[in-house]
């Protein structure tokens, strides 16, 4: 597990060392392509240079899960993703190196390897401006899987929508964990372990991804997430 300051910044560019290499879902440098097949992955957005005469070199590399995905992307140059709205499932984006504006309909916040984005599927517009050497490291929960998960947590039905605050403090410990399973599941990924071939073993740690999310950052289920439980009364 990265310790301290989260994540490392020194990121070796070449196509072999980056991560998931193995995984590669698109490699390219036309803007239209990059714009569909990204699209494909996350949610349909606008995408535009920001630079006259910028070259992008856009790399999506990830892997799946049954409810959990695990991606990597780097545009090559500054770059402006918009959207009208949220559609994709819930999306935590940390910065590998550099920074990136989010403006996620009233909150504005900047992104950097010490502070991740944390997109909730909200009817709200989405902006973002990655700068160049922003490559970022995602990982997207299923909406409906992790809403779940948390009537499961709670023991009752929600009775609104799930929506986490933007910014996720990756210096804070309970984000740390979490971090720390991002990374195991990353590492087991990288290095064809056995675990992702174990369908209970990959439930398991899906389901402490989700449970660790939910206690570390912020949202609108927080103060029943952390509500003093009723203790049991002794036996007579």
């Known amino acids: 597990m990265p310790s301290g300051r989260a994540i490392p910044t020194g990121v070796d560019m ?10 590669e879902r698109f490699h ?9 097949k990204a699209g494909d992955t996350f949610a349909p957005h606008g995408l535009h240079i920001t630079e006259r005469g910028a070259r992008l070199d856009v790399h999506l590399n990830g892997v799946t899960c049954d409810r959990i995905g695990l991606y990597y992307v780097d545009y090559g140059a500054e770059i402006v993703l918009s959207s009208s709205e949220v559609e ?5 984006e ?7 504006e989010v403006s996620c309909g009233r909150e ?10 944390v997109l909730s599927p909200m009817p709200v517009p989405l902006s973002m401006r990655w700068r160049a050497g ?32 933007l910014g996720m403090d990756l210096t804070r410990p309970s ?13 087991e990924a990288e290095t064809n372990g056995a675990m992702l071939a174990q369908p ?12 660790q999310l939910l206690l570390a950052q912020p949202n609108n289920y927080t103060p029943a997430l952390l509500a003093e439980q009723p203790r049991v009364a002794p036996p007579t």
């Open 14 to 23: 070449t196509a072999q060392s980056l991560p998931f290499a193995a995984s």
């Open 28 to 36: 390219t440098h036309d803007l239209d392509e990059a714009r569909a």
């Open 88 to 92: 994709s499932g819930f999306l935590v």
């Open 94 to 100: 940390i910065p590998l190196a550099g920074a990136a």
């Open 108 to 117: 504005q916040i900047v992104t950097t390897p010490e502070r991740a984005s």
């Open 134 to 165: 922003t490559p970022q490291l995602a990982t997207l929960f299923d909406r409906p899987a992790i809403e779940a998960h948390l009537s499961q947590m709670l023991g009752r039905e929600l009775r609104r929508p799930l929506v986490f605050s």
């Open 175 to 187: 984000a740390r964990s979490w971090l720390s399973v991002v990374y195991m599941l990353r590492r």
């Open 200 to 211: 209970l073993a990959v439930k398991q740690l899906e389901e402490l991804l989700m449970t």
